[in-house]
């Protein structure tokens, strides 16, 4: 079992992948700057499920970028001419919910020769590289 969270990338219609085509626009976008989240690109993703899956090892794993970032920074971080705006949790109608701690996998990792987890920024850079027509 490989628990992912938030996964993003061309075609997809959560938050995260629907965000880019927003910024393009040029449209402001308001954007939670409080809550944490580990964003990962489908295709970084990717390249981790298959070295699990041509390993021996099973169970539970939780695979996630190193570090933490919010709905605001990652929206920052695109490209495009509209604004965001920070806006705190609860102004935008959503709740603080709880998040589970984050399952380290830096021991099996090292075990399948897998590199160390990029960062979020690391992770999005790729993806905007274009390097997605690569992966698949």
């Known amino acids: 079992i490989v628990r992912l969270q938030n996964l993003y990338g061309d075609g997809g219609k959560n938050y995260l992948s629907c965000i880019r085509k927003q910024r393009a626009t040029g449209k402001t976008l308001a954007a939670d700057c409080e809550r944490q989240i580990y964003p990962m690109w489908a295709g970084t993703a990717a390249e981790y499920l298959v070295q699990i899956g041509l390993s021996h090892w099973y169970g539970l794993w939780h695979l996630s970028v190193s570090d933490a970032t919010t709905h605001e920074a990652f929206?920052?971080?695109?490209?495009?001419?509209?604004?965001?705006?920070?806006?705190?949790?609860?102004?935008?109608?959503?709740?603080?919910?709880?998040?589970?701690?984050?399952?380290?996998?830096?021991?099996?990792?090292?075990?399948?020769?897998?590199?160390?987890?990029?960062?979020?920024?690391?992770?999005?850079?790729?993806?905007?590289?274009?390097?997605?027509?690569?992966?698949?």
Do not use: H, N, Q
């Open 75 to 136: 929206a920052r971080a695109l490209p495009g001419p509209g604004e965001v705006i920070a806006v705190p949790t609860e102004e935008l109608g959503l709740s603080k919910v709880a998040r589970p701690s984050i399952a380290l996998t830096c021991r099996r990792m090292e075990m399948l020769r897998m590199p160390g987890r990029p960062t979020w920024a690391e992770s999005l850079a790729e993806y905007l590289s274009g390097s997605a027509e690569d992966v698949f």
